[in-house]
């Protein structure tokens, strides 16, 4: 895995161009037609040393959390894709961001209440273009991590509160691919969760999710080691500043106009996590 990858231009058409860029600005994101992309910094827009997260996937594109959104981030060159995770009845990861099916496929219930061959049996039914994709399932972190590989995308992992069991698991996957774990981002807005996964790995990058930084978040984030990534609707610039004045890098969610992340660049900002970015 790689670090800083940079974002490749994609056509109104979708189709590859070759013109390897910094980052990107995605518009028409609810249509049909894919969303046209092109560069940031050919618009004016600051983009030096950013890193775009495709939010649950590039799901402006594909159904959220699929295996088709993911693979669409990487063929956009998303620095990360970021998945969430909860654990099924037989202890297995399951991408998903919900606690049970129900929203995204055509079946109903807790998913820690069903094996995965249960959830399996169901199909995608919801999110952009889930027509297009038909027979999709809800996959598996293995099958996950596996795409991001191919893709040379970086995994950002949300760990969902309360699945405290087999995280040991979440860090054996990343260990299938040579280097994964080092690069590989392990987010949660549970802080127990990351207290587990700092006591099997002192080094793994985590973020800590919040919608509002505080002094307690701060100081949470500087005694761990711990990005805080914040609520870009909640972006306090007293508290930003107090936070980079103790080093501690901060990232933010979920930035999709361009005016909130121009402010937040301003400020120092450098992750975003983005469903995609318009005007």
């Not at 995994?155 to 280097?179: F, H, M, R, S, T």
């Not at 987010?187 to 099997?200: A, M, Q």
């Not at 500043?241 to 501690?248: D, G, L, T």
């Amino acid at each position: 895995m790689k670090k800083g990858k940079k974002i490749i231009l994609l056509a109104v058409a979708g189709l590859l161009a070759a013109a390897v860029l910094t980052a990107v600005y995605f518009l028409g994101v609810k249509s049909k037609i894919p969303p046209k992309i092109i560069s940031l910094s050919d618009n004016g827009i600051p983009a030096k040393n950013v890193n775009l997260i495709a939010h649950r996937g590039f799901s402006a594109t594909a159904p959220e959390n699929s295996d088709q959104a993911f693979i669409e981030a990487g063929k956009a060159g998303f620095y990360a894709a970021e998945c969430d995770i909860q654990l099924s009845k037989d202890n297995v990861w399951v991408v998903n961001h919900n606690t049970s099916i129900d929203a995204m496929t055509d079946g109903k219930g807790k998913i820690r209440d069903l094996t995965y061959g249960e959830i399996s049996e169901h199909f995608i039914d919801n999110g952009n273009n889930w027509k297009k994709y038909a027979k999709q399932k809800l996959i598996t972190l293995e099958a996950y991590l596996e795409i991001c590989n191919q893709y040379k995308i970086i995994p950002q992992i949300e760990i969902k509160e309360g699945n405290y069991n087999c995280l040991d698991k979440v860090l054996e996957a990343l260990d299938e691919y040579d280097g994964m774990r080092e690069d590989a981002i392990i987010i949660s807005f549970d802080g127990v969760i990351l207290e587990k996964i700092r006591n099997l790995d002192k080094d793994i990058q985590l973020w800590y999710l919040t919608s509002v930084i505080e002094e307690k978040t701060i100081d949470l984030a500087e005694i761990n080691n711990y990005t805080i990534a914040f609520n870009c609707k909640n972006r306090d610039e007293k508290m930003i500043k107090m936070a980079q004045e103790k080093n501690i890098n901060l990232a933010s969610w979920t930035v999709d106009s361009v005016k909130i992340y121009e402010e937040l660049y301003n400020l120092g900002i450098r992750n975003f996590t983005t469903n995609r970015l318009t005007y």
